[in-house]
C-alpha cells in the first residue's frame, strides 16, 4: 500500500503501534492522516478488532481505526519476532502500547530499557486506570470508565435517577485524541532538547479531565458543594409536528430571540427566567414550556424563524441523515476509498485542515502482515533472514 499522505506535518515520524481495539488505533489513525509513518505490529491472527464482526480480515470499526497505516504481523513470543520489534522501536520516533500494565516489562520492552536503546524515543502507555493502584488489575472498556468517572452519572434519567451510558464508546475516543495531542507536544519537546520521554495516559484520567468544565462545576469550588445547583433538566431535543430540533438559548440577546419567535414576550421579564442564572436554576420548567410551544408547529418553519432571530439551533438528524446534510456536504466532510476486500467504503476526513501540510486519509487499512517484508528490509533484514523469521513463524506476511 503505497502512503499518500506525504506532505503531512508529521510527514518523517516513525510510530511503532502495539495498540488494539480502539483507543490506541484511533490515536495513532490520527498521526498516519497528518503525515506519520505508522507501523502496525500485530499477531499473525491480528488484532482483536479485525474479528468483533463481518467478513474475513476487516470490519468497520477496525477500518475506520487503521486506515493508513502500514501492518507487520510478528509473533512476540518467538525470541526472533520479539528481537525484530526491538530492532524496528530501535529506529522508531513514537511507540504507542495500550497493553495492561506490566505487559510489556514482561516482554523486555518497558520504558528503561526502550530508552536507553533510543534516547529520542516518545514511549506512549495508554492504559484503562493508571500504571498502579487498587484497580490496575481490572479489565477495562469503555462503560468501566463510563461508570468510574461520572459519565454516566451526567447522564443519568431525570426521573428515576438511575445513570445511564451514552451509546457510543466516548472514553476511548477521547482518550485517543489526548494522546495524539500528547504525542505532538512531546514531538516539539524533542525538537529542543533531543530527548524522549514517556507518557502515561488512562481513559479515567482523560475522562474525568474531559467531564470538569461543566459537568463537575458543583464540585469546582472547595467549600462550595452543596450550594444551590440547578435542578436536572431535559436535554434540548424538542419534538414538532413532523420531526425534531435542537435549540438554546444562553445569553440574554438569545433567549429574547426565542421568546419574540415562539411568541412569548412575558417570559422575558419572567422572574424565573430574566437572567441566565435564573434560567439555569429553573432549567427543566423553562424547557418544558418551550417545548409544549414548539410541538405546535412544524421543524423548517421553526428553525427558519430562530436563524433569522439568531437563536442556535438544528434539526436533530438520524446518522442515516447526517452524509446528505448540506452543511457536512460543503465541509467535504465525508470521503470514499477503495478498501480491499470490502470494496468502498465512507469515512470522516482528518478534522483539523492545515493550509501549507494538508493531513489526509493516507489510504485503505492494511491487510494482517501486508508488509511485513517490506518493513524487515527497511529494518536491516535480509531476504533470507526474512525467509527465516517466516518459517520460523515469528514473522507472517500476506501470501
Given amino acids: 500500500m503505497e502512503i499518500q499522505g506525504v506532505n503531512g506535518p508529521l510527514v518523517g515520524i516513525r510510530v511503532i503501534d502495539l495498540t488494539t481495539v480502539v483507543s490506541g488505533p484511533v ?19 491480528g488484532d482483536i478488532a479485525r474479528r468483533t464482526s463481518g467478513d474475513g480480515e476487516f470490519t468497520a470499526m477496525f477500518v475506520s ?14 525470541p526472533s519476532g520479539l528481537a525484530a520489534l526491538r530492532r524496528l522501536i530501535a529506529g522508531a520516533d513514537v511507540l ?3 497493553f ?21 524515543l516518545i514511549y506512549v502507555s495508554i492504559s484503562g486506570v ?26 443519568a434519567d431525570q426521573a428515576t435517577g438511575r445513570p445511564n451510558m451514552i451509546r457510543t464508546i466516548v472514553a476511548d475516543k477521547t482518550t485517543a485524541v489526548y494522546a495524539a495531542q500528547a504525542v505532538c507536544a512531546a514531538l516539539v519537546a524533542r525538537a529542543r532538547d533531543g530527548q524522549g520521554q514517556h507518557i502515561q495516559l ?12 461543566e459537568a463537575m462545576a458543583q464540585y469546582t469550588v472547595v467549600g462550595r458543594e452543596n450550594a444551590p445547583q440547578p435542578a436536572p433538566r ?36 419572567d422572574p424565573r427566567f430574566r437572567t441566565p442564572s435564573a434560567r439555569s436554576l429553573n432549567a427543566a420548567e423553562r424547557i418544558h414550556l418551550v417545548g409544549e410551544v414548539l410541538a405546535q408547529g412544524h421543524s423548517q418553519d421553526w428553525l427558519d424563524r430562530l436563524d433569522a432571530a439568531e437563536v442556535p439551533c438544528a434539526p436533530v438528524l438520524r446518522r442515516a441523515d447526517v452524509m446528505d446534510d448540506p452543511q457536512v456536504i460543503n465541509n467535504q466532510l465525508i470521503e470514499t476509498m477503495q478498501q480491499p476486500t470490502l470494496g468502498v467504503v465512507r469515512q470522516a476526513r482528518p478534522a483539523a485542515r492545515f493550509d501549507r501540510t494538508p493531513a489526509r486519509i493516507a489510504g485503505a487499512a492494511p491487510r494482517i502482515g501486508e508488509h511485513t517484508d517490506a518493513i524487515l ?20 506476511s500476506v501470501e
Fill in 27 to 45: 490515536c495513532t489513525m490520527i498521526l498516519a492522516d497528518q503525515g506519520a509513518d505508522v507501523i502496525k505490529v500485530e499477531p499473525p491472527a
Fill in 65 to 78: 481505526s487503521n486506515r493508513g497505516k502500514r501492518s507487520i504481523a510478528l509473533d512476540l513470543k518467538q
Fill in 96 to 98: 504507542v502500547q495500550n
Fill in 100 to 120: 495492561r500494565p506490566g505487559t510489556m516489562a514482561r516482554l523486555g520492552l518497558a520504558e528503561p530499557a526502550m530508552r536507553a536503546a533510543n534516547p529520542g
Fill in 130 to 155: 493508571g500504571e498502579t493502584g487498587p484497580y490496575v488489575k481490572k479489565r477495562v472498556y469503555d462503560p468501566v470508565i463510563q461508570s468510574l468517572s461520572g459519565f454516566a452519572d451526567v447522564q
Fill in 202 to 213: 488512562s481513559m479515567l484520567d482523560a475522562m474525568v479531565g474531559f467531564l470538569w468544565p
Fill in 234 to 269: 431535559p436535554d434540548l431535543i424538542f419534538q414538532t409536528r413532523d420531526g425534531y430540533i435542537t435549540v438554546g438559548s444562553l445569553s440574554d440577546a438569545e433567549w429574547r430571540g426565542l421568546c419574540g419567535v415562539i411568541a412569548r414576550p412575558q417570559w422575558i421579564d
Fill in 377 to 396: 528490509a527497511e529494518a536491516g533484514y535480509s531476504a533470507i533472514e526474512i525467509a527465516t523469521l517466516k518459517t520460523e513463524r515469528a514473522a507472517k
